[in-house]
């Protein structure tokens, strides 16, 4: 059983409809508990980090997050993904769950549309597994203002959009962001969540 | 760099895939459902669903659509025609759709532009436009299924609508539509070079050829067609092939 958190963000059905087309079960839940027994978790956002951030506090849910992601597969979407670094500049200065190290702030190049937003092709940095199976000409849809500043150990897979744009990052143990839809973005998109459940031997 | 985007419109009443010749005999010719999932196979980057259910009754049924395509598809749906409300917009985004694309009621009330935006982010909001030159390097909006001539200038309504918070332009030429001669590039190099954010080229698209040519003669970031994809004449990978051959990138 996969666990995506809701907590009042975005259209979070479609990352469900894609887990159901896949065959993998799965519950959309801000209930402790049952993000606790889950098999892997899935935390998607779509909207601004602070206001994501006080409705993750509020919903007491921090806490259960960071115990979550150092012992289970954990991949945060889109603003789910920037959720996972230390800090946030949208709007004001804000604390992020602090699982992967770096901080959000907005793509810089100010010649460039912003959001960035469209298909993007994804250029691989560090192996991991949740490009087996994938080619070297994939392309994932994003839709994004902010991007995230990282080390190289954490940049799995980034996207050429003025500069680098991470989109796939990672602790190198449970925790994956990415900052794509991986929901929306066709077959790619579906394969690279297959690839994260199976993370979980289920 | 991202790719150029092709999107195929399906025309949905009731429920049904329609087409029309000259809006006259319209007949219903499939499942959108289905319709879509066979575009997602051939490789659209985005699907837009064009409701033009006439009853208010008849409303509810696109949101079934896309609810039911949302499970099958997995890329970027977007829904027009008939959104006149935060309400509607915030029902369509719930029943699973990515972005809305507002037209005739934009023009007529610009603050939906402002307040979907404010609300659900300038990313789920298109504007569509219809146009139609009245001289050189010179257009006026339409309404009404480019019915009604509004008067307004095309280049000030573009700034307008950037300024108030829309993500997109769905830019439908008038002039173009139905001749299947080519996109109109004058006025796609006009709106183009007027505003910062994505223009989705519509209107006109007759042979392999065109989308090619609007890519690479305008800075466009998407091209739109409905009857050549539908009526199978073309199939979105050729299109992307064809592109491609010529050096823009696709996905």
Redesign the interface.
């Known amino acids: 059983m996969i666990a995506i958190i809701d907590y009042g963000a975005g259209?979070i059905?479609?990352v469900k409809?894609?887990l159901?087309?896949l065959g993998k079960e799965s519950i959309l839940t801000a209930d402790k508990e049952v993000i606790a027994s889950a098999d892997a978790v899935i935390l998607p956002g779509?909207?601004a980090f602070p206001w994501a951030m006080k409705k993750l506090t509020e919903s007491g849910l921090v806490d259960t997050i960071k115990e979550q992601a150092k012992q289970k597969p954990f991949m945060g979407i889109c603003l789910g993904m920037q959720l996972l670094f230390e800090k946030s500049f949208e709007f004001e200065e804000c604390d992020g769950l602090g699982l992967i190290k770096g901080y959000v702030d907005r793509i810089p190049e100010d010649d460039l549309?912003i959001?960035?937003?469209?298909?993007?092709?994804l250029e691989y940095n560090h192996e991991c597994k949740l490009f087996d199976g994938l080619g070297n000409d994939e392309?994932v849809?994003f839709?994004h203002s902010y991007k995230a500043f990282c080390d190289d150990d954490s940049l799995y897979a980034y996207s050429?959009?003025g500069s680098s744009v991470p989109a796939v990052v990672g602790d190198g143990r449970f925790v994956y962001g990415c900052q794509f839809h991986p929901?929306?973005?066709?077959?790619t998109?579906?394969k690279i969540l297959e690839n994260f459940t199976a993370l979980s031997g289920r | 760099m991202l790719a150029k985007r092709i999107i195929p419109c399906l025309d949905v009443r009731d429920g049904k895939v329609v087409k029309g010749v000259n809006f006259q005999g319209i007949k219903e010719v499939g499942d959108p459902v289905e319709c879509a999932a066979e575009y997602d196979k051939q490789g659209a980057d985005e699907i837009v669903f064009y409701d033009i259910t006439a009853s208010h009754e008849g409303r509810g049924v696109i949101l079934d659509v896309v609810r039911e395509t949302a499970k099958k598809v997995f890329v970027p749906l977007t829904v027009g025609g008939g959104i006149k409300t935060v309400d509607d917009i915030r029902n369509t985004l719930r029943a699973g759709a990515d972005k809305v694309s507002v037209n005739s009621q934009a023009v007529q009330n610009p603050q939906l532009i402002k307040d979907g935006a404010d609300i659900f982010g300038s990313q789920c909001i298109c504007v569509g436009i219809d146009a139609k030159a009245i001289g050189t390097n010179k257009w006026t909006v339409y309404i009404n299924g480019g019915r009604i001539d509004m008067g307004i200038d095309l280049i000030d309504w573009v700034k307008q609508i950037e300024q108030l918070g829309a993500g997109e332009i769905c830019l439908n030429s008038i002039d173009t539509d139905g001749v299947r001669g080519g996109f109109d590039i004058p006025m796609l190099k006009a709106v183009v070079n007027a505003v910062k954010i994505p223009v989705i080229a519509s209107g006109g698209a007759g042979k392999l050829g065109d989308f090619a040519d609007a890519f690479l003669q305008t800075d466009c970031s998407a091209a739109l067609a409905a009857s050549l994809f539908h009526f199978k004449e073309l199939t979105v990978g050729q299109v992307k092939d064809d592109c491609r051959s010529k050096g823009i990138i696709v996905r």
Not at chain 1, 183 to 187: A, D
């Open positions: 259209n059905f479609s409809n894609a159901d087309h779509v909207g549309i959001p960035h937003m469209g298909w993007n092709k392309f849809y839709v050429t959009y929901e929306k973005s066709g077959k998109g579906l």
